[in-house]
């Protein structure tokens, strides 16, 4: 049995989503911020090969912050996980161009930060990522969420991939107008207007729900995965 607490969600869609495509299309993973190491350890269960970073923890393959880690600069991997490390960042669209530049063309970015109020105070999570800013954080980043996959539970989360249209040079551009380019990246209208995340659900996992138990109706992984801050437990 695997315990962990954030970043559950998305990655179990991933797994299971993708579990015919693990091993041949996605065999390489960076995973930022990897803490003690056991998101990683769920993704080598599965056969990705699997490099955590960390600043804080030495049970990182690499010891040190994500945005010093030169070596990723000439390496290309399948899949980017990042669970809760976004929030803390002063500099979120840098580090969202660092996480473009080390995904491959064809990966997958999967990436969770917490569903809390933008009022709300919280040492160390010096961004917000609402759904409405979150979204715009990654698409003028360059990434589809059009065609990607969201999560919204008790964190909100992005199952994405590098958007065909992107070029660099977008990256000297500012925040101040959607374009059609914006536009083609985002599962929703872009207008000035307030959203009702309980209504604009774009893609809700309904077998990954808190206090409940999940079994898919096959075993692909003979792995148990617990989340007990939430009362939650499933079978992939």
Same mark, same amino acid.
């Given at each position: 049995?695997?315990?962990?607490?954030?970043?559950?969600?998305?990655?179990?869609?991933?797994? @299971?989503?993708?579990?015919?495509?693990?091993?041949?299309?996605?065999?390489?993973?960076?995973?930022?911020?990897?803490?003690?190491?056991?998101?990683? %350890?769920?993704?080598?269960?599965?056969?990705?090969?699997?490099?955590?970073?960390?600043?804080?923890?030495?049970?990182? %393959?690499?010891?040190? %912050?994500?945005?010093?880690?030169?070596?990723?600069?000439?390496?290309?991997?399948?899949?980017?996980?990042? !669970?809760?490390?976004?929030?803390?960042?002063?500099?979120?669209?840098?580090?969202?161009?660092?996480?473009?530049?080390?995904?491959?063309? %064809?990966?997958?970015?999967? $990436?969770?930060? +917490?569903?809390?109020?933008?009022?709300?105070?919280? *040492?160390?999570?010096?961004?917000?990522? $609402?759904?409405? @800013?979150?979204?715009?954080?990654?698409?003028?980043?360059?990434?589809?969420?059009?065609?990607?996959?969201?999560? /919204?539970?008790?964190?909100?989360?992005?199952?994405?991939?590098?958007?065909?249209?992107?070029? @660099? *040079? *977008?990256? !000297? *551009?500012?925040?101040?107008?959607?374009?059609?380019?914006?536009?083609?990246?985002?599962?929703?209208?872009?207008?000035? !207007?307030?959203?009702?995340?309980?209504?604009? $659900?774009?893609?809700?996992?309904?077998?990954?729900? +808190?206090?409940?138990?999940?079994? /898919?109706?096959?075993?692909?992984?003979?792995?148990?995965?617990?989340?007990?801050?939430?009362?939650?437990?499933?079978?992939?």
């Amino acid at each position: 049995m695997y315990e962990i607490t954030w970043g559950g969600f998305a990655l179990i869609e991933f797994l @299971l989503a993708e579990q015919k495509n693990i091993g041949t299309k996605y065999k390489t993973c960076l995973d930022i911020g990897c803490g003690d190491g056991v998101h990683g %350890d769920i993704m080598k269960h599965t056969g990705l090969k699997v490099t955590g970073v960390d600043k804080y923890s030495d049970k990182a %393959d690499y010891n040190m %912050d994500f945005m010093s880690y030169t070596k990723a600069r000439h390496m290309n991997f399948d899949v980017v996980f990042c !669970s809760h490390v976004i929030e803390h960042q002063r500099n979120v669209g840098e580090f969202l161009d660092r996480i473009y530049d080390v995904l491959s063309d %064809d990966g997958v970015l999967i $990436i969770s930060a +917490p569903n809390h109020p933008a009022e709300t105070l919280i *040492e160390g999570h010096i961004n917000s990522f $609402i759904f409405p @800013l979150f979204l715009q954080q990654m698409i003028h980043a360059g990434f589809d969420c059009k065609s990607g996959k969201y999560l /919204s539970l008790i964190e909100n989360s992005f199952i994405v991939s590098k958007a065909k249209d992107f070029k @660099l *040079e *977008e990256r !000297s *551009e500012n925040g101040y107008q959607w374009t059609d380019k914006h536009q083609n990246r985002s599962p929703i209208d872009l207008n000035n !207007s307030s959203i009702d995340n309980s209504k604009t $659900i774009l893609y809700n996992c309904n077998h990954v729900l +808190p206090n409940g138990t999940i079994k /898919s109706s096959e075993t692909f992984y003979d792995m148990i995965i617990s989340m007990p801050r939430w009362n939650f437990q499933c079978t992939i």
